[in-house]
């Protein structure tokens, strides 16, 4: 038997010669059998976008959860079932066929509210054209505290990514940065048990480049992006704009072409598909990341003392975050003495050290508890499209 074996490009509507063969989006594979000649047919693949949710594997406090899927074919949509199970290998728990209308067969949108168990839910779609070609996808939904016991079993990983200068062409060097940021470093590795990545003395394109391979990682819904940004900064009055003075910055550059301006890196960083995003920016003029910082709030202390850590966890990652803290405003702020680190990452520094007291999970609000007092006063605030109760949260190992 001839078996030949095709990757799908998820970017390109796949063409097939198959009979009744089916894909699946886990593995980006299927199998063309062209042992039976009676069986070939020109055919194509149908499509299945998720529009809700977009992430594979996602939790809900909830048992009624929301989804929104659009099929596409080039052939007609013979029939679009919906099962929920507990596994791939398990029975249906529940089944819902779908008849796509007339002017539905080559394009379905598909919205449902679906009653969920509490623990483990696969949501299964099957999307069968009329030449029997079948494309299944699924989303993976853990509802409730009962399958969130154990904080350390979240499917969740923390990504760290750190720029450090303080080795300049044209602008006077630092003392501290570099020394701040592999402490910094060690410090989320060890405790926090953060993936770490350093970026010592970059130029623009080295940071850029940097930030686009990040923005190409695959992320699930609980995983975490700190961006940590250490060195010079600079404000310019009549472009009413900050920027970040990377080693090649130019000190009489009026068009600023050789530094990096807050408003494209506040939509670079916007752009990256991690739901949850913090921005710390040790550098002079920091704050100017906020394009309306007149009008930010300050924010309070939060205590939960009810809850599990794994409830508190994905409670506090329910909403996207796109949170910044910067070590001051429109101001100048100090580098501090060689070696003993700059006043905004000492106070960093210790709060990640204070691993969060008791229950072992730091946040946002705990943070800025410990820098808030400093002479210059740290900017906290929000960009892009956060969500209203957003957190950001270090959870000790």
């Not at 989303?139 to 990504?159: E, F, N, P, Q």
């Not at 508190?312 to 949170?323: G, Q």
């Amino acid at each position: 038997m001839k078996k030949r074996l095709f990757s799908l490009a998820l970017t390109i509507l796949s063409v097939a010669v198959a009979m009744a063969q089916n894909v699946s989006t886990r593995t980006n594979d299927f199998e063309v059998d062209f042992s039976d000649p009676k069986k070939l047919a020109s055919t194509t693949i149908p499509v299945i976008n998720w529009i809700t949710p977009v992430q594979e594997t996602n939790y809900a406090q909830e048992n009624k959860f929301k989804i929104r899927v659009e099929i596409d074919s080039d052939k007609p949509i013979k029939s679009i079932i919906i099962n929920v199970k507990e596994s791939e290998q398990s029975a249906s728990r529940g089944s819902s066929s779908i008849q796509p209308t007339d002017e539905e067969k080559l394009h379905t949108v598909v919205e449902r509210s679906i009653t969920l168990m509490d623990g483990d839910n696969l949501l299964e779609i099957i999307a069968e054209n009329i030449d029997g070609q079948k494309t299944v996808s699924y989303r993976k939904v853990t509802i409730g505290s009962a399958a969130l016991a154990d904080a350390t079993k979240l499917d969740r990983t923390d990504y760290a990514l750190i720029f450090a200068t303080d080795e300049y062409d044209h602008w006077g060097d630092l003392v501290n940065p570099v020394f701040d940021s592999r402490t910094i470093a060690a410090e989320l590795k060890k405790t926090y048990g953060f993936q770490v990545d350093v970026v010592e003395n970059g130029t623009q394109a080295d940071v850029l480049k940097k930030i686009r391979e990040y923005a190409e990682k695959k992320y699930k819904p609980l995983d975490q992006l700190l961006i940590f940004f250490a060195g010079h900064g600079n404000y310019d009055q009549t472009f009413g704009e900050g920027f970040v003075v990377t080693r090649e910055s130019l000190i009489n550059d009026e068009a600023k072409t050789t530094y990096l301006s807050h408003n494209r890196l506040r939509s670079i960083i916007n752009n990256i598909p991690c739901e949850h995003i913090f921005l710390a920016m040790d550098v002079c003029f920091g704050g100017t990341f906020d394009a309306a910082l007149a009008s930010s709030r300050g924010i309070g202390d939060e205590v939960y003392k009810e809850q599990n850590t794994a409830e508190f966890i994905t409670r506090k990652l329910t909403y996207k975050t796109r949170r910044f803290l910067t070590s001051g405003g429109k101001t100048y702020v100090s580098d501090g003495i060689a070696g003993k680190h700059s006043p905004f990452a000492k106070n960093l520094i210790e709060a990640l050290r204070s691993r969060g007291g008791r229950d072992g999970v730091l946040t946002l609000p705990e943070i800025y508890s410990y820098v808030e007092k400093l002479k210059i006063q740290p900017r906290f605030g929000e960009f892009g499209d956060n969500a209203p109760g957003s957190d950001f949260v270090f959870v000790a190992k």
